[in-house]
């Protein structure tokens, strides 16, 4: 394993994410991330937009290192600081997913409007609308009521 995977190895344990067998398992794979990343846990990796959301080439080239990788290499490394927490805050969300959703397309959903928000095009559509908007257009399958609870979850992940 790369030693500049180390990081990336462990978060993804953390979160869970230990396989990329099939799709679903890689879209919460890289909405995790994505989310971890957007709360501060800085593991290097550039999003862009894509079909399901934000999306890192890198993060998939680095998953499909690491994942089929032992436990054994990461014995002796630990992650850092508050990642742990921002970690945790991530995890959590499939606790309160509605019931329509998949995980995937939970996680997928929250990722998306927190992208458009903070990092699309130079600075992120600011405007709720606009993100709204952008995201219907994208993703006309979500209904009006979750696009609402995973707005004001991805206001208030970051914070705890």
């Not at 436990?71 to 508050?82: H, I, P």
Request: net charge neutral; proline share 2%; glycine share 6%.
């Amino acid at each position: 394993m790369k030693k500049e995977s180390i990081g990336t190895a462990l978060a993804l344990r953390y979160l869970k994410c230990d396989s990329i067998d099939s799709l679903d398992q890689r879209i919460l794979l890289q909405k995790k991330l994505y989310l971890a990343q957007a709360c501060g846990a800085n593991f290097g990796h550039r999003f862009h937009w894509y079909i399901h959301g934000p999306y890192s080439k890198d993060l998939t080239n680095v998953a499909y290192e690491v994942i089929p990788q032992a436990d054994e290499e990461l014995d002796g490394y630990k992650l850092r600081g508050n990642i742990t927490q921002i970690l945790d805050n991530i995890n959590r969300l499939s606790t309160i997913k509605p019931d329509t959703l998949t995980e995937s397309s939970w996680y997928e959903l929250i990722a998306s409007l927190v992208y458009l928000r903070e990092d699309y095009g130079i600075e992120g559509l600011k405007n709720k609308r606009d993100v709204i908007t952008k995201l219907k257009v994208s993703k006309p399958w979500y209904e009006k009521n979750e696009i609402e609870m995973a707005w004001k979850i991805g206001e208030t992940i970051c914070n705890g």
